[in-house]
Antibody, heavy 122, light 106 residues
Framework: EVQLVESGGGLVQPGSSLRLSCAAS????????MHWVRQVPGKGLEWVSG????????DYADSVKGRFTISRDNAKNSLYLQMNSLRLEDTALYYC???????????????WGQGTLVTVSS | DIQMTQSPSSLSASVGDTVTITCRSS??????LNWFQQKPGKAPKVLIY???NLQTGVPSRFSGSGSGTDFTLTISSLQPDDFGTYYC?????????FGQGTKLEI
């Protein structure tokens, strides 16, 4: 059974940085694209970023482009999201998700972690 | 960006009913349409991928249809465990986008 476990969330001030991690077990992530999706509690789902299996293709939502950086370490079976210049509107539960595809597109979300909460507040 | 619009936003149904949720995309996405179920406090779970393919382990009472811009999720013989919020999502192009959700109460 695939298990994805996110970590690194917390309460930070606007303008701060955080690095989220997603560790996988039960399956090698090497052959799959990975994504970050966020959800404001009680609201809908928003795709944040995706990375192909070999890190050759990376894409971001416009709302985070230039501030967030997605990366992966296939040897450590892990995914990361470096979040800089955080804003109040970045407050959300951040999920990592495994695609069934090697590529960012088509973008599938087959397995999900339980999420890590990021709260940006002054 | 491709906008995904679901209807209805909420619905109430009874055990044994058949319910239909529709999803419309702002432009053609071929069959790159997926459906998710989310329960309170839990991560979303994929039900249907690529318009009509049932994810492994998902009961056959869930089915998907459509193509182009109009899609439907049908839940037959509704069960108590089917409550939750349902989302459609286009996997055709970035930014990947979701519908606003349909809350199903049993």
């Amino acid at each position: 059974e695939v298990q994805l476990v996110e970590s690194g969330g917390g309460l930070v001030q606007p303008g701060s940085s955080l690095r989220l991690s997603c560790a996988a077990s039960g399956l090698s992530l090497e052959g799959y694209a990975m994504h970050w999706v966020r959800q404001v509690p009680g609201k809908g789902l928003e795709w944040v970023s995706g990375i192909s299996s070999n890190s050759g293709t990376i894409d971001y939502a416009d709302s985070v482009k230039g501030r967030f950086t997605i990366s992966r370490d296939n040897a450590k079976n892990s995914l990361y999201l470096q979040m800089n210049s955080l804003r109040l509107e970045d407050t959300a539960l951040y999920y990592c998700s495994r695609s069934r595809s090697r590529k960012v597109i088509p973008g599938y979300f087959d397995d999900w972690g339980q999420g890590t909460l990021v709260t940006v507040s002054s | 960006d491709i906008q995904m619009t679901q209807s209805p936003s909420s619905l109430s149904a009874s055990v044994g009913d058949t319910v239909t949720i529709t999803c419309r995309s702002s432009q053609s996405i071929s069959s790159y349409l997926n459906w998710f179920q989310q329960k309170p406090g839990k991560a979303p779970k994929v039900l249907i991928y690529a318009e009509s393919n049932l994810q492994t382990g998902v009961p056959s009472r869930f089915s998907g249809s459509g193509s182009g811009t109009d899609f439907t999720l049908t839940i037959s013989s509704l069960q108590p465990d089917d409550f939750g919020t349902y989302y459609c999502q286009q996997s055709y192009t970035t930014p990947l986008t979701f519908g606003q959700g349909t809350k199903l109460e049993i």
